[in-house]
Structure formats: C-alpha cells, structure tokens
C-alpha cells in the first residue's frame, strides 16, 4: 500500500500543475487554416496517391508499390489527424471533429467513438501499474513474469517479439481487432464499429470496382500494414524506453505520467512531419487539446519542456531490448536480467 503523501508534497504538485497549465493554455487553441491546410495535405495527397497508383498499374508494379509504401507513411499522419479529432483539439467545432475523425477513420481501418474511449483510457492511466490493459502494450513486471506460468511467459515472449509486435500485430489490430467491439463498449461506441465496417465495406467496393481485386488488395495491404508498423512502432517508444515511469496506487501522478512517462522523440524534419509532431508526446499528454500543430511551438516555449527524456531514431531502437519493469530499480530491463533471480531457489523454477 502507498504510503500517505504529506502536505508539502502535495502543494509542489499543485504549484508544477499550474505552472505547466498556464504554458500550455496558450497553445490550446485550434486554428482552422493550419488545420484545413493539413487536410488538404494529408487526406488530399493520400487520396492524389491512390489516383498516381491507379494510374501507375498500366506502366509497371515496379512504380506502383514505391507509391503504395509513400501512401502508407501519409496514412500515419492521417491518423495523427484521427487521433486530434478524437481528443477534439483539430477544430475548434465538435462537429468537424467528428465529421474528419469518421473520414479518417474511414482511410486508418479506425472506428471513430470505439477508439476514442479506448484511447482516453490510455491517458487517464498511462504509466499506473494497477491500470493496465486497455490502450497499453501488455506490460509485465519482473516479479509477474517469474511468477507466471510457463505458458503465460511463452506468449508474453511471442507478442514483445519484434516481428510480431511491429509487423504481424499491426496487422491484425486494423484489419480484424478493429471490427469488432470490446465488451465494455457503451452503445454508441459499438454503432461506430459496425458503422465503419459497412463504409470500409462500401470503400473497399468501390476501389474494387477501379482497381480489380488482386491489384486492389496488394495496394490496400501495404499502405495499411506499412501505417500500422510505424505506428505501433511510434506508440512502443513513446513510452517504452528504459527509464519510463511506471508506479502504483495513489504515487501515481498525471504530471509526472506525462513528463517521465512520455518521451520526446527527436525525428529528422521529414519523419517528423509524416508523423504528424507525435514525437512531442509528453506535451500531448500533458493536454491532449493541443492539436498536432501545435506541439513543437509549445515544446519550445519553456526550458522545462526539453528536461524530459528524448530518444533520437537511432537511440531509440535500444528500447526493443526491455521487455519488463523493475519494480525495485524503476527501469524496463531485458530478459537477461531475469538471470540474477536463477540462483535463487523460490525462482529457479520459473526461468
């Protein structure tokens, strides 16, 4: 059980949250042109994409599937704008919100309410250990994983393998997890994944019926399993890396999820733009209002911003290494640290 926090504790909370509050209040406010400008590069050029792709077939496939993986990266900055949507921060109206988040939820295989709540969930207990389990990549701490059964850590290995996890994962996630509700789901929620298989249905018709079958299948696959694996890959190290911040009980603390929790992934001009200034997560998380457009303006406005962990691209790949948390040293670590534990007879039995 936590211990109670004191007072002064208290209080310096209190004081960061205001601080970080009265930055950020600035940069909350949506613009239409910056956002209209965005739809017409993102949603546009996707759509210019599959038109060049169309287009391409008569000359060779050599051309068309350069233009598929193309199509693919500007479907994660289609889903960024999805994402902005669902948190109500690309427009200033509701209504526009969720008229673009049904669109772009339409091209990301995304039903728009489901998601929506699944993903204020992830907000509202990012980095809570005792909340784990929807809008989260399945975690395990040492002491669970030793604890375990045998099949329990075989299948925890299996999902945490890369492969799996970048490529097959993603996959399955927007092509068939995605087409059905959680059981949670309120009935709203459930409308909008039924409503959205039936308009990816008629999309999928309709593409059918210009492209042929076998060419339109190849063309759709690549562009979604290419968006998917970057970005379950953008998801993995926003808050997967070796010093992330995971507690339990009343320690837990949404300034300190966001700031410790949330890395700042330093990407070169051009992925950066591609993915939509995610990169700047643990000022999204510190208020999910501010639209994608906004994030680097506000990342800049105070020092304080730039003292949270950063990971460059190259960097960044170490975090493929931890796959646990360490409850005892505050870090993910790898499967080898599993090896201090052979020795001791309580354990043995579970490496």
Excluded at 45 to 73: D, Q
Aim: hydrophobic share 45%; with cysteine.
């Amino acid at each position: 059980m936590s211990k109670p926090q004191d007072p002064a504790s208290k209080a310096d909370r209190r004081e960061a949250v205001a601080k970080w509050k009265a930055v950020v209040a600035e940069f909350q406010q949506p613009n239409h042109w910056r956002a209209s400008w965005q739809i017409l590069n993102s949603v546009g050029g996707y759509a210019a994409l599959w038109v060049l792709m169309y287009f391409s077939l008569s000359v060779s496939w050599w051309l068309t599937m350069p233009l598929a993986i193309l199509a693919g990266a500007l479907l994660v900055r289609n889903f960024i704008i999805f994402h902005d949507c669902g948190h109500g921060s690309f427009f200033k109206s509701s209504r526009a919100n969720n008229i673009w988040g049904f669109v772009t939820g339409v091209l990301t295989f995304t039903p728009y309410y489901h998601w929506r709540w699944e993903h204020s969930v992830h907000h509202a207990s990012s980095g809570h250990l005792d909340r784990r389990g929807m809008g989260d990549i399945w975690t395990l701490t040492v002491n669970e994983y030793l604890e375990a059964s045998k099949r329990k850590r075989f299948v925890y290995r299996l999902t945490r393998n890369p492969f799996i996890l970048l490529v097959i994962a993603p996959a399955i996630i927007f092509l068939l997890r995605q087409r059905i509700p959680l059981g949670k789901a309120n009935p709203r929620e459930r409308r909008s994944v039924w409503l959205m298989n039936l308009a990816l249905l008629v999309m999928s018709l309709a593409l059918i019926s210009i492209f042929g079958f076998l060419p339109w299948m190849i063309i759709q696959l690549t562009t979604i399993v290419i968006a998917g694996s970057c970005g379950v890959w953008l998801f993995y190290v926003q808050h997967q890396y070796e010093e992330t911040y995971w507690v339990r009980g009343d320690d837990w603390d949404f300034t300190a999820a966001a700031m410790e929790g949330s890395s700042f992934y330093k990407l070169p001009k051009v992925l950066q733009w591609f993915s939509g200034n995610i990169g700047y997560h643990h000022i999204h998380h510190l208020s999910s209002r501010l639209p994608n457009y906004n994030l680097e303006r506000c990342h800049r406005s105070a020092p304080a911003f730039s003292d949270v962990p950063s990971l460059t691209f190259w960097t960044s790949l170490k975090s493929l290494k931890y796959r646990l948390w360490d409850e005892e040293t505050r870090k993910l670590v790898g499967y080898r640290h599993l090896k201090q534990f052979a020795k001791k007879p309580t354990l043995a039995s579970n490496l």
